[in-house]
């Protein structure tokens, strides 16, 4: 059995190198869980985490394994340089290894099908005080009754009582696809619920494969061979066998809705409540060592989770003019979803204000980009203060911001909203375009020294070996 990305592996290799810290003492799943996550995400480095005792439950909880850029494309074998990460990911994508069936796995080692309450079995947490209840954050397996096709994607579930839970399902995911084609045809949605699964798998449920494709066929891409799926006992879904557990649901007829939130969102505030659909859980398998899996919303490790919008930000936007477009990100304060950044190569005059048109061409990626900014070639786009810069020194706002006003945004971010929870307008606001790039007028503008105005002041290049002590070098270069 393929164990190299296993949680249990994982942490055990990570702790060694001290890279994943053990809680001995117990922790309350109820905010003080959560809190320690908090914490830890405002180091500058942060560690994985595993809580070995959790307050109410026999088994530990990890968390923040995938919090770091490096560890994770460690753990998943990928490479760490920004622009190889997204060139690697796009092949992956394209060259999908499908699961194969197998009879049996370790979820199965202990199996429930009735006289049992999964939400007193698995482990769950209430991230903040102000939290609608106590959730899972699991990864959501589901098949397509039209196609048969299975998708995996990250859901929240909210706790209810006696082994019901309410699912976060939108209705324009793959999961949400799935969901009206059962409606459609009067059938139950069945669901698994799969927590504590081997790390691809969460990267791959985060990431949105086109409709009809199957997320575990990537995970078995990058793990570079088959992920190994086991039958469900009481619906027709195969899950991981490798899975720490497995929640087997089904949602109506008819349909029941509750309310699900609040809960703190990717950007850090509270969610509006939203009417969600009812799952009814009929079985719970699970390995007999399994570890519970935490994700906060918000921190660093959800944003790597959502490192493949980055990837198809990038492929969307180099599409578009694939010799001016040099790279692309959005940036993780906006859980890599609101503020894309754009770097072009403006070389020649006839490429002037063509940055402008990328710009507005990248809006068709996703209805909840907001703003875009465009930068130079020699701007890092992954460096906050370089964009900082750019924008303080490139920039002339009565010049080169452009605003289009009252465009649909996202309900979570609350300036667009908050208009709809005030009045009832629709839920929206402007979008803009930062044109941060050097006006091709000032190009060839000369400063004191007859160098152009725009470029920086170039500092001579040295080795640092050659002047300090081999101690000082050992301490500050590695
Ligand atoms: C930590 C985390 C939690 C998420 N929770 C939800 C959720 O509750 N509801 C939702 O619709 N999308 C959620 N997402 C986003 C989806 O997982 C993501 O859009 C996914 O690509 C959808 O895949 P699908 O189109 O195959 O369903 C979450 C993502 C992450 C990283
Ligand atoms: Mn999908």
Redesign the pocket.
Known sequence: MHELTGLRSVIEHYREKGEVVEIEREVDSECELSGIISALNSLPTTPGVLFKKVKGYDFPVAACILSEKDRTCQILGLPSSPLEFKEVFIKLTQNLIPPVKVGSGPCKEKIYTRDFDALKIVPSIKATPDDGGRYF?PIVVTKDPETGVQ??????AMLLRDNTVIL???NE????QCFRNCKKEGKPFEVALVIGAPLEMYIS?????PLGQD?LSLAGAVRGSPVEVVPCETIDVHVPAEAGFVIEGVIGPPYELGTEGPWPEFLKYLSIPQQKPLLKIKALTLRKDAVGYA?V?GTKE?YN??ISNDVEFYRYVKAIEPNFVIDAALTPGTAHWHHGIIQIKKDDYDFEGLQVHVAMAAFGFSVYLETVTIVDEDVNILDMNEIDWAVTTRCNPSEQIHIIREVKAHRNNPIAGARELMDGSFVGKAKMIIDATVPWKYKNLKSGANRPVFERARFKKVDLKEYLSPHNYRQWIK
């Open positions: 954050q998708n995996a994607a990250l859901n929240r976060n399902v939108r995911t793959g999961v949400g449920g985060a990431t949105k494969l997320e994700i919303a959800n989770l959502r």
